[in-house]
């Protein structure tokens, strides 16, 4: 990926011979299953990617995040407020779930290739081809890509929030959207975890001792899923749900893991505080409930900063023979969310285009990863004039 010196041009057309190369390093991160669980797996593919930051003449630094993966960040040579780029290693595929990398036509299947395998290769070969023009001693620049985000960068945003402050802008490079629409809006979100204790008997000889922490999660889920408000933007969302050891003992214990959606912190803050509620309200003789609010990211709001953002961006696009505009509020979170409330203007979708993520359907259309490369470089380009 390294080269000698050469024009924006030149590294223009550079990459438009780099096609096999971005769709091999897409298969190769593929290949490397990194669910969120999976801290040696994400560290694989920070493993893979640190060395080609570093002969781009990147310095880098590796956050150790028990029991996360490692975050890598990465910062330019060039002093000054820099361009942030932001991306993720971590995949919602459990080991053994979903694998493997296969190209039908021009698209390229696999976990992770849309969100945000692709994106990653994207950013790392705009910077190879700005580097190439000598753009990378030209414009401060600094990045993190984080290994929880699929579950809200609990462990990641406290560094986000220090490595990202002064930034004149941020870049994120999840999946892009239709149209190569660039997204400036995104919902809140948040997750809390809420466990039932009980107590266990034998559910033949000595149920009458018994307090059923299921029965008592199942009336907090029932109350919790009413908490929906569609017209305010609000969802609540029960995910997961497990307790119990036997069939034939009283449960002792039980949880459930609930997401939340919402257009303003207020709403969130007000959202958490009716499930506090909703657990003393399920709780039977015997039992009780406890919440844990595990993640929390506010919503990205558009502002005219991010507006002018998205129009700079996206005229590097249309140079490049891509789509461009602000793409309809977004309801799933992202790092830009973090991002945004620090004040930086903040823009995301600059991967490559996809459909199916979160399924065993995911896929990246392989012929957008050059353009999106391209933008990107552009970009640079831009902000280095």
Known sequence: MQGTFASVSQSLAWLDLQRGALEGLVAELVRLDSHTGDASGVERVVELLEPVLGELGLVTERIAAPPFGPHLAFRGPCPGAPVFLVGHTDTVFPPGSFSGWRVEGDHGHGPGAFDMKGGLAVMLFGLAAAHRAGLLDRVPLAGLLVS????????????????????????????GRAGDLLVTRRKGTAAVRVVGHGVAAHAGNEHEKGRNAIWALARFVDGAQRLTEQE??????????????????????????????????????????????????????????????????????????????????????????????????????????????????????????????????????????????????????????
């Open 148 to 175: 929880d985000e699929e579950v809200g960068s609990p462990s990641s945003q406290p560094h986000l929030r220090r490595l990202a402050a002064g930034a004149r802008a941020a870049l994120v490079f999840e999946s």
């Open 232 to 385: 305010r933007g609000v969802t609540v969302s029960v995910g997961t749900i497990r307790g119990g050891s036997s069939k034939n003992t009283v449960p002792e214990w039980a949880e459930c893991e609930v997401d939340l959606r919402f257009l303003s912190d207020a709403d969130g803050e007000r959202v958490v505080e009716a499930l506090r509620a909703a657990c003393v309200a399920a709780a039977i003789e015997g039992t009780r409930l406890e919440l844990e609010r595990t993640s929390w990211r506010s919503p990205l709001t558009r502002t005219p900063a991010a507006a002018a953002l998205a129009e700079a961006y996206g005229a590097c696009q249309r140079q490049s023979g891509l789509g461009a505009g602000e793409a309809p509020l977004a309801g799933g979170g992202s790092d830009a969310c973090t991002t945004g409330a620090m004040g930086i203007p903040s823009i995301d979708g600059l991967g490559p285009r996809g459909a199916g993520f979160h399924t065993s359907e995911e896929r990246v259309e392989l012929g957008s990863l050059v353009p999106k490369a391209q933008a990107f470089l552009r970009y640079l380009a831009g902000v280095a004039s």
